[in-house]
């Protein structure tokens, strides 16, 4: 070796740290991971009470289906809503007030100056009653709001 540190002769390998092992982990990463294992919980938590507390939707959209007279879909809409927003509330409505509070609670005006206006009729219509486009539309504004309606709590 030669006393002069430019010389080429003097030159080494590079020495390289040894790579990090991925096991065990730090423990950020302990805290990191469990704090998404609860996040996820409580997500899964949440998103279970909300499949039970929607059953009655699914249910009357169910029944909805499978209607072949279209004077159950006043009495269908109006236990839905029992359900919704309580006996107290909804259960005394009949008529243009039970229509108001369908579009007040699923934020439209389909029952009160669209083809849904048609269905207390329909309830009781045993004759020649209004167009099936008519009808169809009144079935599709039932099922909008059943699947749109926001219930108490929600």
């Known amino acids: 070796m030669n006393g002069d540190p430019a010389d080429l002769a003097n030159l080494r390998d590079i020495v390289l740290p040894t790579t990090i092992p991925w096991w065990p982990l730090a423990p950020g990463l302990w805290i990191l991971l469990l704090g998404l294992l609860a996040a996820a919980l409580v997500a899964s938590l949440r998103a279970f ?14 029944e909805l289906d499978g209607l072949t007279d279209m004077t159950g879909i006043m009495p269908l809409l109006k236990r839905a809503a029992m359900v919704a927003y309580g006996r107290e509330a909804v259960a005394s409505l009949s008529g243009d007030a039970f229509l108001a509070f369908l579009d007040r609670t699923g934020s439209t005006s389909a029952f009160t100056s669209g083809p849904a206006r048609l269905l207390p009729s329909l309830a009781y219509s045993k004759g020649t009653g209004p167009t099936s486009g008519d009808l169809d539309g009144a079935v599709a504004d039932a099922r909008r709001w059943l699947r749109k309606h926001r219930a108490q709590g929600e």
């Open 49 to 62: 009470r909300q499949y039970k507390a929607n059953a009655y939707r699914r249910e009357a959209i169910r």
